[in-house]
């Protein structure tokens, strides 16, 4: 499987959801509207970020500040890095819902590009990657293309608008209602997460579309 190519068309996926306005069904802060690619929805969920798009998608992509903001993660390790800006990782949820939808994993590849405008996107696309297959542990659900759209706000570039799509399969014996029914207040919290995080987190100056950034390898 050629990762990098994969890559790319997940954030150009994504930066296209983020272009079309037609189909959405609010729900809140929240929109949804079926998936062309699985048998479930596709979530759109945005909010804004008092912080520039360069130190935003810096402050999202790097994997060692995830479980430092993001509750719904116990694990969210990199376990393969491509090069700068493309690494494979695994994921861990917390159970949620009351209990009701336990513990899921996930194998992602997560790519970060900068698009004209100071548009960055940070896709992730479930993929199969050696050594790491499913255990009796968790159910292992599946992400279409996901990602991360920050782009500066037209009234004031030193703000953020950050929106977020998800489209995954939880997989398991789960009633779509169970889903839908929990997921916009789950992608509510993780953007005001996100938000309260980057507001605690001291980082340096953002990395802007040429400045790469290295991730450290985190072995299993």
Request: charged content about 20%; glycine content about 6%; hydrophobic content about 30%.
């Amino acid at each position: 499987m050629d990762y990098k190519v994969l890559a790319q068309q997940t954030a150009q996926d994504i930066l296209g959801y983020s272009q079309d306005t037609s189909g959405w069904k609010k729900k809140v802060t929240v929109s949804s509207k079926a998936s062309k690619i699985f048998h479930g929805n596709l979530y759109r969920v945005e909010g804004i970020i008092p912080e520039s798009t360069s130190k935003l998608s810096d402050f999202l992509y790097k994997p060692e500040n995830r479980t430092t903001w993001d509750k719904s993660l116990k694990v969210y390790n990199m376990i393969h890095k491509i090069d700068s800006d493309t690494f494979i990782c695994h994921t861990i949820t917390h159970s949620f819902a009351m209990g009701s939808i336990s513990p899921r994993d996930f194998i992602d590849i997560v790519y970060l590009k900068c698009f004209e405008g100071n548009v960055f996107v940070i896709s992730s696309k479930s993929v199969e990657f050696p050594g790491y297959p499913p255990s009796s542990d968790y159910i292992r659900g599946y992400n279409h293309a996901c990602g991360f759209v920050c782009s500066p706000l037209q009234d004031n570039p030193a703000h953020s608008k950050l929106v977020m799509f998800v489209q995954t399969e939880m997989r398991g014996k789960l009633s779509p209602s169970i889903i839908e029914a929990t997921m916009p207040s789950n992608l509510i919290n993780l953007i005001l997460n996100a938000k309260t995080g980057i507001k605690t987190h001291r980082a340096p100056p953002g990395r802007g579309c040429r400045r790469p950034y290295q991730p450290s390898l985190k072995k299993k």
